[in-house]
């Protein structure tokens, strides 16, 4: 009798304790640094409303090896400086991946920072340019892509003569070089630069850029510039009285942003966007799956989807697969090699191949351009995949 009731207590214990009791259920952390702060907060919220999202869908599907993630983010107050302290702190740490920073100047004094051995960094800024089969890997379509992108849609639209301005920083001069490869390109020999202008990051004003480029009988402008910057020189073509079709890069594209410069926007912005901007384009399934769940994930939380937030949550997205296939205890050496190699993975912003596209994933084809619509206070796609005319067979 007294067996049969140890027996049956022991199936009763068994039957309350859950399956998996006494493994690991610790939060497996994953770092991240981001402009909370600052003159950059504004793609520092959309970082942090991107990995909310992205760190609900994780644990929603399979976690990481049986453990939630947690994706824990540091403030590096829009500062090139506190962004290099910080991922100083997390490189003696030893950790092999970590996912930032949104601003510019951030992202290329963190580039300078990385050691011959890593760690691992996704930059959400996809105007910088990481030099192939390095630990410094780059959001979205390169630079060139998005131009050669935009110089496809400029001919569908019969925009001959460009205005261009640019940063006088390596993000805006690598820029500079990527359009005058792409426009001598055979395809493009009806397109020219009527009025070439530079400016610091740090000038307040750009009025005699805008004059110049005014003077040029410009059809179209061409601003390569983020945050701050691409704010100046928006401000300055409003006051110059330059009112062109303007286009710049994709992580521009943030609605609160643009919100906030209605009173200084050109009569029609385009940016570079994305499939999720696009969905009823996409025909690859597994695609259309993490292009509607990130959708959901910003529903739930109540966000309207940007580029800037896609940037982030394929960067982050990407970083969860690495750790998911090698394991927990991967090397920086190994999720680099992981990256370096993979092909196939469908994210947001497109399916990544990055043997074709090194250091990113994504090219040409995966560019949108997207129109700002302020009254509904969101992206149209004005192209198909890679700036082709919506109407092209």
């Not at 859950?18 to 970082?47: H, K, M, N, Q, W």
């Not at 580029?307 to 927990?328: E, P």
């Not at 040409?364 to 149209?380: E, K, L, T």
Request: charged letters at 15%; hydrophobic letters at 45%; a neutral charge.
């Amino acid at each position: 009798m007294r067996r049969l009731l140890g027996a049956l207590a022991a199936a009763l214990v068994a039957a309350v304790v859950p399956l998996g009791a006494g493994a690991d259920d610790s939060p497996f952390e994953i770092d991240v640094i981001a402009p909370l702060t600052g003159a950059d907060a504004y793609a520092g919220r959309e970082v942090q409303t991107a990995f909310s999202g992205l760190e609900a869908y994780v644990n929603r599907t399979g976690r990481v090896r049986g453990r939630p993630v947690k994706f824990v983010i540091q403030d590096d107050e829009s500062s090139p400086i506190t962004s290099t302290q910080l991922l100083g702190v997390r490189m003696t740490e030893g950790v092999a991946a970590i996912a930032g920073t949104a601003p510019v100047a951030s992202c290329l004094a963190d580039a300078a920072y990385i050691q011959p051995n890593g760690p691992v960094l996704y930059c959400f800024a996809d105007v910088v340019a990481p030099p192939a089969g390095g630990y410094l890997f780059s959001a979205g379509p390169a630079p060139s892509d998005q131009l050669l992108a935009f110089a496809r849609y400029l001919r569908t639209r019969g925009w001959s003569r460009i205005g261009f301005i640019a940063t006088l920083d390596p993000a805006g001069q690598n820029a500079e070089r990527s359009l005058d490869a792409v426009l001598s390109l055979p395809e493009n020999r009806g397109l020219a630069v009527s009025s070439r202008q530079h400016f610091s990051p740090a000038d307040g004003a750009v009025e005699a850029q805008i004059g110049a480029i005014k003077a040029s009988d410009a059809q179209v402008l061409v601003v390569w510039a983020t945050g701050v910057p691409f704010a100046t020189v928006l401000r300055g073509a409003h006051d110059g009285g330059l009112d062109l079709p303007t286009i710049a890069p994709g992580s521009n594209a943030i609605p609160a942003l643009l919100a906030q410069g209605t009173a200084v926007l050109p009569r029609e912005l385009l940016l570079g966007g994305n499939a999720s901007q696009a969905l009823n384009q996409v025909t690859d399934r597994s695609q259309q799956t993490e292009i509607r769940a990130y959708l959901g994930a910003m529903a739930t939380l109540h966000a309207t989807p940007d580029t800037v937030q896609t940037l982030a949550w394929d960067a982050g997205w990407l970083i969860v697969n690495a750790y998911r296939q090698i394991g927990l205890n991967a090397t920086a050496e190994q999720v680099r090699g992981y990256l370096a190699n993979l092909r196939g993975l469908a994210g947001v912003g497109g399916t990544y191949d990055f043997r074709a596209a090194p250091q990113r994933g994504l090219g040409a084809d995966d560019v949108y351009v997207v129109r700002w619509d302020p009254v509904q206070a969101g992206f149209v796609a004005v192209s198909r995949g890679g700036g082709r005319s919506l109407f092209a067979r």
